[in-house]
């Protein structure tokens, strides 16, 4: 059996290295050693995930222990998975002193590396998806298979440590096991954004252009009268959103999986803001507010999976089954018709437009350039990494926000900015509530979180700067909203920042003077 010391010396390594070369090495080291048992929650322990998911402990539990450690490491993989299983399980009466009293016994045969490792791992503090490239080039290594056929089994089953254990286990012919199953969320595929909308359908040819949607992205599976609904976390959210399960069974289908946008529209037909739709996704009647759903893709139709058809084939497919719902697009348009769209999507009150190539094939999981989004403004989805206490009238709330974006090798996500501009009143006091349940750390000024929530940032552009670790800064940058539809994985990488830096902002009235943002105090003005 493998020591969890193993584990967390493959971690210690990842961490102190920037080469992707160097972090896929060491993880393939440690799964090819690792027994068969093992690789599930080994493959899930790297990754900063708990196997199964939240065990119950919050950072006040864990920041009150204070146990001294082992001086050799004994713990194995299986003794820690085990440990974790049990703490999940815990509940009723006395099962706060139970809990404490199982994890200062398993941090007691912990040495002091496990127990860092350890606290951090149950504090959700060593969650990073953007591991997953990293992880998944290591499984190909340490299986010897081609990274495609993980990234695409990766893609079937949307669970990395499945995706590990069927390749150690049996290479290239178990991952062929894994397919479509309906009532299964696989990975919804992703946009890259475009400067400009010429550029995008020039590049991709044949094009269709539709609507982009302020909305959140849904996942709908149907077999039968079973309907599941998913977000883009794959996150079930069937029992909150009653009214897209009736639309859904009412299709003309046995079987079906739908990739689309829901939302809520006021009395005119116009979006409502994405917080109102988000806020539907907890709530127990559909009466509180109506989510009208728009489809752009179909994945499965009546026992055919079409994963691999190209688009113009889906589209067709999801005119047959669901023409009312499809989103508001066109196919092959010329530039004037193209630009047309834009302005009528603009002009409805949403975000810009996907164009999308109509040869591209459903690449889940992936950001590539099939799909690109246009918008009039440049935006990104940032890492939320701390907040500092404001200062006049925002005294007493947390309010600057520090703000990172994604490290595509699977490092801690890079700072590129800071901004305290767009915080409503609203948002100042859920940030004061919420940020210290998140908290990792404080100083006098600061309250650093657990990298997770991830925020989307309006801004000018990007400009060099050697002020943070990226090496660039944010120009003017402004919170538009939090994401709670996305988490870390899916928040923009440092390379998307840089590519806002080569390209100017898009906009006619930049003149290239340089900003502040990025290097913004809190003043304490509104």
Known sequence: ????????????????????????????????????????????????ELPGGRAGVGWSTLSALDVPPAPEPSLTVGEVDAAIDELRGISGSGSGQRRTDLLAGLLGRATAPEQEFLVRLLGGELRQGALEGVMLEAVATAARVPAEDVRRAFMLSGRLPATAEAALRGGGAELARFRLEVGRPLRPMLASPAETLDEAVAELGEVSVEYKLDGARIQVHRDGDDVHVYTRTLREITRSVPELVELVRGLDCRSIVLDGETLALDDSGRPRPFQETMSRFGAQSERELLLRPY????????????????LRQRLEFLEKVAPQHRIPAVLAPDPERAAAVFDEALDAGHEGVMVKALDSVYAA????????KVKP????????????????????????????????????????????????????AWQTAEFPK????????????????????????????????????????????????????????????????????????DTGQQGNAGQQGDTGRP
């Not at 090495?25 to 090819?32: D, K, M, P, Y």
């Not at 489809?295 to 190209?310: A, Q, S």
């Not at 403004?377 to 926000?401: F, M, Q």
Request: proline share 5%; charged share 25%; aromatic share 6%.
């Open 1 to 48: 059996m493998v020591l969890f010391s193993a584990v967390v010396t493959a971690s210690a390594e990842v961490a102190a290295t920037r080469s992707r070369k160097a972090k896929t090495s060491a993880i393939a080291a440690l799964l090819g050693g690792l027994d068969a048992t093992e690789v599930r929650p080994a493959t899930a322990f790297l990754a900063g």
């Open 295 to 310: 489809f752009f893709d179909c994945l499965h139709l009546d026992g055919e999976d079409l994963l691999d058809h190209p």
């Open 365 to 372: 999981g992936r950001r590539g350039r099939t799909w690109r």
């Open 377 to 428: 403004a440049h935006t990104l989805d940032l890492v939320v990494l701390a907040a500092e206490w404001g200062h006049g009238r925002r005294s007493g709330y947390l309010s600057n926000l520090h703000l990172g974006a994604r490290d595509p090798d699977g490092g801690p996500p890079i700072m590129v900015g800071k901004t305290f501009k767009g915080l409503t009143d609203e948002l100042l």
């Open 438 to 509: 998140r908290e990792t750390h404080r100083d006098a000024w600061t309250v650093h979180l657990v990298p997770e929530l991830v925020v989307e940032i309006e801004l000018d552009g990007v400009q060099a700067s050697p002020r943070y670790p990226g090496g660039v800064a944010l120009r003017f940058a402004r919170v538009l909203r939090y994401r709670p539809d996305k988490d870390a994985a899916s928040a923009d990488t440092i390379d998307a920042v840089r590519a806002v830096q080569r390209g100017g902002s898009g906009r006619p009235e």
